[in-house]
């Protein structure tokens, strides 16, 4: 089982350099990745934990529409920053970013927080995060299952789903790392229900709190802890008990979760006054249950059975690929492709050197900046916009 993660390595490893060693390839920080990521620059480089100062430098003093990054309340000019995504992925690439930052100095580049070494930084931290919590997952998985079992299983989570593309080609995005945590937060809990101690509930706490600091609605991996081992509504009864009476380690463990989020709450306050916040509000987006047609979309949940039924080839009587097709050309109803929409409709300019284009279809994967330049520059009118025959990624060109 070592050999298919030694191999997933490796693979991954020559499908990264394949990627971002090609002249018109995309860099790694790009779309929502800029917004995980820019915490760092932002507070290390231009030591402003507000944002102001990395917007000022490069945008001239508006951030770009791609990156979500809004002004609070909305509207409001004078307003602080609201980044629409937490500080979780930022505070699991420090490592990466500081030795970026070293490399950068060491090698006279630019330490600005988007040349070279801070390009592949924050993408190799995605790609060492999936890497880790893969062999975590194999050693979690060996303590109950055969080897068969465990191969099948690491197989169809690498490459029946998206978490390979994640973990190399959208490396600075929040999903690989929440793999990571996740990973880690099973077996800390495992762990603490065969021996409570003090010195596994602080972790427990402290891996809590990355959890939801990486993406809020994975709190719900939260509950593993109660329900973990739990086989049948018979069991309910004994754990309440249980967990009564682990209730001196309970609360260690959530005092170290509480510290582990003030940052982010304190964040929230002092951008919007409010300790609990709706980052998206300022975008105005969210679910959509119908598409804009009014028809029912294929990424709303009563299409389950659509996609359910597409794994034995077939589709439910009266649906055909045509109307799928269309819905997903039809990206309306999903809140990322609500922002692209609104982020191709409106365009602002500062200057600075390069093009910065904001996106027009959310849905290509390649909607980021070009080349390894010291940043992201200015961003394209409308007019230079329409003249782009690709969909329109935010892009950066090195100057020559």
């Keep these: 089982m070592r050999r298919l993660v030694a191999a997933t390595a490796l ?3 020559i499908a990264y350099i394949a990627v971002y060693s090609r002249a018109d390839g995309d860099p790694p ?4 990745g800029y917004s995980y990521y820019v915490y760092l620059p ?11 100062a990395l917007a000022r430098e490069w945008y001239g003093g508006t951030y770009p529409e791609f990156t979500g990054i809004r002004r609070w309340p909305p509207g409001n000019p004078s307003g602080r920053w609201l980044n629409p995504h937490p500080i979780g992925v930022a505070v699991l690439m420090t490592p990466f970013f500081v030795a970026a930052d070293a490399l950068s100095w060491w090698s006279n580049l630019p330490r600005d927080g988007f040349s070279l070494y801070y390009q592949h930084g924050a993408a190799l931290a995605g790609l060492a995060y999936f890497l880790a919590g893969l062999a975590l997952l194999h050693r979690i998985l060996s303590r109950h299952f055969g080897s068969g079992i465990v191969l099948a299983t690491l197989v169809c989570i690498t490459w029946g789903t998206n978490l390979f593309h994640y973990g190399v080609f959208d490396g600075t995005f929040s999903h690989a790392f929440s793999f990571f945590l996740i990973c ?33 609605t994975n709190a719900i991996f939260v ?8 086989a049948r509504a018979s069991d309910l009864r004994a754990r309440v008990g249980e967990l009564w009476r682990r209730r001196q380690l309970l609360l260690v463990a959530a005092l170290a979760g509480v510290i582990g989020v003030i940052p982010q709450l304190a964040l929230y306050r002092w951008t919007t006054g409010s300790w609990l916040a709706s980052p998206y509000g300022a975008l105005d987006v969210g679910f959509a249950w119908r598409c804009s ?13 659509s996609c359910l039924s597409l794994l034995r080839g077939r ?18 109803c999903s809140p990322s492709k609500r922002i692209s929409s609104r982020a191709g409709r409106t365009g602002s300019s500062a200057p600075a050197t390069g093009t910065v284009r904001s996106p027009t279809d959310w849905d290509s994967r390649r909607h980021s900046w ?4 010291s940043g992201p520059p200015r961003v394209r009118s409308r007019r230079e916009s329409s003249r782009s025959s690709r969909p329109a990624p935010c892009c950066c060109r090195s100057s020559r």
């Design 29 to 32: 920080i790009h779309s929502d």
């Design 223 to 230: 509950l593993v802890l109660p329900l973990y081992g739990i």
């Design 184 to 216: 880690t937060w099973l077996f800390a809990v495992e762990r603490w229900w065969e021996a409570p101690t003090v010195f596994r509930s602080l972790p427990l706490g402290a891996i809590a709190a990355l959890i939801v600091s990486t993406r809020h």
């Design 42 to 52: 932002a507070t290390l480089i231009y030591k402003d934990a507000s944002l102001e």
């Design 370 to 373: 070009r080349g390894v330049s």
């Design 293 to 305: 047609s009014g028809r029912r979309c294929c990424c709303s949940p009563f299409s389950a059975p």
């Design 315 to 332: 589709l439910p009587p009266g649906q055909t690929t045509g109307r799928a097709d269309s819905c997903s050309r039809r990206r309306s």
């Design 11 to 13: 693979v991954a490893v």
